[in-house]
Nanobody
Framework: QVQLVESGGGLVQAGGSLRLSCAAS????????MGWFRQAPGKEREFVTG????????VYADSVKGRFAISRDNAKNAVYLQMNSLKPEDTAVYYC?????????????????WGQGTQVTISS
C-alpha cells in the first residue's frame, strides 16, 4: 500500500504561483511513476502531468505546458508541482497519483493510489 497526501493548495490571483506537494509513504514508494490530475466541478478528472520513477521523463498536458513543472525527490518520497502564470481555468481539486509501472500514462484508471486532493482556486 502507498499513502499519498497533497498539500499547498489555496486561493491566488490570476498570474500568481502555487507549489503543490505530495508526500508518499508506505511500501516502496520510490518505485512508482507519479502523476498529478485535477478535477473541476462538473468535469471529468483530467491528467495534468506525470513523472517517471527516476525523474528523467516527464509528460504535460497541453493546457499547462510552459507554466507547470513537476519534480520529485525520491530521498524524501515527495513529488512537487510548481504552477506559474495561473489562470482561472486552472481552478480545480488537484490529486496526486501513483502507478506501479515505469510508463507515464494520462489515464486515471491506470493509477493504483490516490491522495485526497487539495483545492486550488484562481481568482480573476
Amino acid at each position: 500500500q502507498v499513502q499519498l497526501v497533497e498539500s499547498g493548495g489555496g486561493l491566488v490571483q490570476a498570474g500568481g504561483s502555487l507549489r503543490l506537494s505530495c508526500a508518499a509513504s508506505g511500501r516502496t514508494s520510490r518505485r512508482y511513476t507519479m502523476g498529478w490530475f485535477r478535477q473541476a466541478p462538473g468535469k471529468e478528472r483530467e491528467f495534468v502531468t506525470g513523472i517517471s520513477v527516476s525523474g528523467g521523463s516527464t509528460v504535460y498536458a497541453d493546457s499547462v505546458k510552459g507554466r507547470f513543472a513537476i519534480s520529485r525527490d525520491n530521498a524524501k518520497n515527495a513529488v512537487y508541482l510548481q504552477m506559474n502564470s495561473l489562470k482561472p481555468e486552472d481552478t480545480a481539486v488537484y490529486y496526486c497519483a501513483a502507478r506501479f509501472l515505469s510508463e507515464i500514462t494520462t489515464t486515471p484508471a491506470r493509477y493504483n493510489y490516490w491522495g485526497q486532493g487539495t483545492q486550488v482556486t484562481i481568482s480573476s
